[in-house]
């Protein structure tokens, strides 16, 4: 029906084939250079962040490629009401140890703190005892469960399903696409206490839920004067029962704060005094993380454990393994890659070889409240504002404006969430 291709050609008169060949290779050019123009706008690698500080050990650490200086202001999603923390700050001083400006040590949920999957973003709220699922391209809301209680802490996702704890003292596994119901487990009996206008369960669940390997691991605690639950479920089923999973009553303790989990040890934060290690496959007590205390901590992917400890006389974070390798003096967070910590102070940012302990470069940084590293760039989180620096030297590669104190950064699919304390959350792209 149509002639051969190759007799056509041949049927063309030289100064056509030139015409043709020219606008072919034009087409071409333009093609390539509009592709040059693009090409940057699109990260290299995108990832997901589908658990608190992106994965179970809280690295804050992802492979995102994120350009800071195209990020531009995509939405911004803002809540009826701002967070309603489960503690309100530190005390004002420590008078025997003669030490001002106490930081606080149980400040696990001064924002909404964001996960990012797919083109979808969930966050739970302390102030309408709820979690929400937004279209991550609009910031729409898809759907929101309602709780019986504040949700304090990220959820976690994994294999579609969404997991998180309230203060209703229930663990809850909820569709991701749709927020029905997959389980529900409650630890403890269904009693109520009052706590800041709300009714509390005697056993809320403070610790979020850390899913790993078919598990999902969590704690229920209030007070250390009454019995407190430790817990690993079926991620499917919701049961107790069966290898690796357990409900196991401790005294004497408060459990508060992300979990942190190594291959075999569950590093569980207590706020006001030192983090409990537990045995994953039984829950065993393998005791406590000495000379440490607050809420932030995180594992290096060889397993050793970073840890503040803001009620001595001074501040510091120490990163340890069988013997301490390092402290961080004043410093309030800190992300590690490799051979190199990046640690966060008051008015400072540092790069610390963590081998030999040589200090790389040193900056100012007033943005003290979070870190993250993403891809080859740091974002730290300040007042109305989110920085961002090169690993290389520290160089400053932008800043962008937000509303409040910005304590939660996410970095996922060519987006930059940002969570303050005034119930925003931004988002660049």
């Not at 040059?36 to 492979?63: K, M, Q």
């Not at 579609?160 to 529900?184: E, N, Q, R």
């Not at 009693?191 to 979020?208: A, E, H, M, N, Q």
């Amino acid at each position: 029906m149509f002639p051969d291709l190759r007799v056509w050609r041949a049927t063309l008169k030289p100064a056509v084939r030139k015409k043709r060949q020219f606008e072919t290779v034009h087409s071409l050019a333009l093609l390539a250079f509009a592709a040059v123009l693009i090409l940057p706008a699109i990260p290299a690698v995108a990832e997901d962040w589908p658990a608190y500080r992106h994965d179970n050990r809280r690295s804050g650490v992802t492979g995102e490629l994120l350009n800071p200086a195209a990020l531009k202001a995509a939405w911004t999603y803002q809540a009826p009401f701002p967070p309603e923390q489960a503690w309100h700050g530190p005390a004002k001083w420590d008078a025997y140890a003669e030490h001002n400006n106490l930081r606080s040590m149980r400040n696990y949920d001064p924002a909404y703190f964001t996960i990012a999957v797919g083109d979808a973003v969930y966050f739970g709220s302390s102030a309408e005892d709820a979690v929400f699922c937004l279209d991550a391209a609009t910031g729409a809301v898809r759907w929101c469960f309602v709780s019986g209680g504040p949700v304090r802490m990220a959820p976690s996702y994994a294999g579609g399903v969404l997991y998180f704890g309230s203060d209703d003292g229930v663990a809850y596994a909820l569709d991701a696409a749709t927020g029905k119901i997959v389980w529900k487990y409650r630890p403890g009996e269904a009693r109520l206490v009052p706590s800041d206008g709300k009714f509390i369960s005697r056993w809320p669940i403070r610790t979020g839920v850390l899913v790993d390997s078919g598990k999902a691991y969590f704690g229920a605690a209030l007070l250390p004067w009454t019995t407190s639950y430790l817990c690993a479920v079926d991620t499917s089923t919701g049961k107790d029962e069966g290898a690796g999973l357990f409900r196991k009553t401790i005294e004497g303790v408060t459990l508060e704060g992300a979990l942190l989990a190594s291959p075999d040890r569950l590093y569980v934060p207590q706020g006001r005094t030192r983090p409990l290690v537990f045995s994953r496959s039984d829950g065993s007590d393998l005791g406590v993380v000495e000379n440490a205390g607050g809420v932030f901590a995180l594992l290096t992917a060889e397993h050793e454990i970073a840890f503040t400890a803001p009620k001595q006389k001074e501040d510091y974070i120490a990163l340890q393994g069988a013997d301490k390798l390092a402290t961080f003096k004043d410093a309030w967070c800190l992300v590690v890659s490799g051979d190199t910590a990046y640690v966060l102070r008051d008015a400072d940012l540092t790069a610390v070889q963590r081998k030999t302990g040589d200090n790389l470069w040193t900056v100012p940084c007033d943005c003290p409240y979070t870190l993250i590293l993403a891809g080859d760039v740091l974002f730290a989180g300040g007042r109305d504002k989110v920085i961002a620096f090169s690993t290389k030297d520290g160089a400053r590669l932008a800043e962008l404006a937000v509303k409040g104190r910005a304590h939660g950064l996410t970095a996922a699919n060519g987006c930059l969430l940002v969570s303050t304390d005034t119930g925003e959350i931004h988002v660049f792209r």
